[in-house]
């Protein structure tokens, strides 16, 4: 019964460095959601997935933010030319269906930091 | 705009003393309310969550919160606070047509002996 996994726990890059980050949601679960917790915040919604597609990105700040889930079951989040402003700790979430009446379960985070 | 206010930035209780960690919401429609616990190094934990009925909830580890749509608030409450629940607690909305939670800016709580 494993819960959702995040690689890396931590990132560090420099400015203008291309990211991944890898989200492995629980088995089964076909919604996936990645939040951004920023210093002294609380999460962010960034983008919702249901199976593979990108069922609300609304939350992504700008294009340089860019997410994909090809088999409808690991996400990878991407972040091009990063800033500073990008460091936070990112989030991944899932659950069995959609809508919020079915609980979502968190990862522990990825912690990104841009130098 | 939606929104959720948590008024505490850090709270510190007395081991066994009650604790009350506030929330306030602002939503267009129907909410849905969700309080959030995370500690050092971990995901965050659902504690609980209203969507209708008894405005009074149950949850995990002796927590409960109240409804209260006059206040627009849904206050998280423990009779008894235990060193363990010292943590970072959220607060956070939704609704039924939605998807993504609103999170408040969080409470810390710290536990004294």
């Known amino acids: 019964g494993a819960g959702v996994s995040q690689t890396p726990s931590n990132k560090v890059t420099e400015k203008g460095k291309y990211v991944e980050l890898r989200c492995d949601p629980i088995?089964?679960?076909?919604?996936l959601y990645w939040y951004r917790q920023s210093l002294g915040q609380g999460p962010e919604f960034l983008i919702y997935f249901q199976g593979t597609g990108a069922a609300d990105d609304s939350g992504l700040p700008n294009d340089r933010f860019f997410a994909v889930r090809p088999e409808g079951s690991v996400s990878t989040l991407k972040i091009q030319r990063t800033e500073r402003g990008d460091s936070a700790v990112y989030l991944c979430a899932s659950s069995s269906g959609t809508g919020l009446y079915n609980e979502q379960f968190f990862g522990p985070g990825t912690r990104l930091t841009v130098l | 705009a939606q929104s959720v206010t948590q008024p505490d930035i850090h709270i510190t209780v007395s081991e066994g003393a009650s604790l009350e960690l506030r929330c306030n919401y602002s939503?267009?429609?129907?909410?849905?309310l969700f309080w959030y616990v995370q500690s050092p190094g971990q995901g965050l934990q659902l504690l609980l969550k209203y969507f209708s009925g008894d405005t009074l909830v149950q949850g995990i580890k002796g927590f409960e919160a109240e409804f209260k749509r006059s206040q627009s608030s849904f206050n998280l409450r423990k009779p008894s606070v235990h060193w363990s629940d010292a943590a970072e607690y959220f607060c956070?909305?939704?609704?039924?047509?939605?998807?993504?939670?609103?999170f408040g800016k969080g409470t810390t709580l710290s536990v004294s002996s």
């Open positions: 939503y267009g429609a129907t909410p849905y």
């Open positions: 088995s089964g679960h076909t919604a």
């Open positions: 956070a909305v939704g609704g039924q047509a939605g998807t993504a939670l609103i």
